[in-house]
């Protein structure tokens, strides 16, 4: 089991992230395990950004060095891959052509004014969540930046269920269609869940308790609704909508935190 797992690990890294950690085989177990892993994927990237903002924090360098140092440290790991899919994914449902048309521009490699608008406005409301005075505290903001990425890839294990199409037939996205079942997707939500309460309450006692969890049901709530949009305006997702899934519950997380844990609220 635990080789199982090592090896599901060290096929999400090889997919998605720019790790130099090997070629794995594109079999359909092998792709499975990827995905069943991206959540723990997730947390190691948050271990990461976490650390690095830690450190930034304990040197007194500042909240905002601190932030931006963290969400850096997701983004180089990642080789920014989500941020990519959710620029093409703007430009494609931005263009308000016809589905064939929309996915044709989503293929493309340039970047159009609405991804544009995409890639300045997302991360700006990931850095404006994670610098409101509610995440001054010193253990709050790595906590939120450790839950992140686990909380922004639990989506995407629901968009590659049997019950999802692919949008079309090639591409990235067509490789994971299908790859997992819907008893693995519920367990780790649940165990995903479990982490991000147990987090907060390390980082910010019962208010951090309540704010990680309203965040993160928050957050699935948010991707279940943009998955459905996509659905309906593709007719399915591809590999460039996973990653938007990825980036928007990502800053519905950290938007939720920073207001149910802001001490007006309290």
């Keep these: 089991m635990i080789r199982g797992a090592c090896t599901g690990l060290r096929a999400a890294f090889s997919y998605f992230s720019c790790l130099p950690v090997g070629p794995v085989p594109a079999d359909?177990?092998?792709?499975?395990?990827?995905?069943?892993?991206?959540?723990?994927?997730?947390?190691?990237?948050?271990?990461?950004?976490?650390?690095?903002?830690?450190?930034?924090?304990?040197?007194?360098?500042?909240?905002?060095?601190?932030?931006?140092?963290?969400?850096?440290?997701?983004?180089?790991?990642?080789?920014?891959?989500?941020?990519?899919?959710?620029?093409?994914?703007?430009?494609?449902?931005?263009?308000?052509?016809?589905?064939?048309?929309?996915?044709?521009?989503?293929?493309?490699?340039?970047?159009?004014?609405?991804?544009?608008?995409?890639?300045?406005?997302?991360?700006?409301?990931?850095?404006?969540?994670?610098?409101?005075?509610?995440?001054?505290?010193?253990?709050?903001?790595?906590?939120?930046l450790f839950v992140m990425p686990a909380v922004g890839r639990v989506p995407v294990l629901a968009g590659t269920t049997n019950r999802v199409p692919s949008a079309r037939p090639d591409g990235f996205g067509a490789l994971f269609a299908g790859v997992t079942s819907v008893v693995m997707y519920r367990v780790s939500a649940g165990l995903i869940l479990v982490v991000a309460m147990l987090t907060g309450w390390i980082a910010g006692g019962t208010k951090g308790l309540v704010g990680f969890t309203v965040a993160t049901m928050t957050a699935w709530l948010v991707a279940h609704l943009w998955q459905r949009h996509l659905m309906r305006r593709l007719g399915g997702l591809t590999g460039d909508t996973l990653g938007s899934l990825v980036e928007v519950t990502q800053a519905a997380f950290a938007t939720v935190v920073a207001l149910v844990a802001a001490p007006l609220l309290w």
């Design 28 to 144: 359909r177990v092998t792709l499975h395990a990827a995905v069943a892993a991206l959540p723990w994927m997730g947390l190691c990237l948050g271990a990461a950004a976490a650390t690095a903002s830690g450190l930034m924090l304990a040197t007194d360098a500042g909240q905002p060095l601190a932030v931006v140092t963290g969400l850096g440290t997701l983004a180089a790991i990642t080789g920014a891959m989500h941020l990519d899919g959710l620029a093409d994914t703007a430009d494609g449902l931005g263009s308000r052509k016809p589905r064939d048309q929309a996915l044709e521009i989503m293929r493309r490699s340039d970047i159009g004014p609405m991804g544009v608008t995409a890639l300045v406005l997302l991360p700006l409301l990931d850095v404006a969540a994670l610098l409101s005075p509610a995440m001054a505290n010193d253990a709050l903001l790595p906590g939120a």
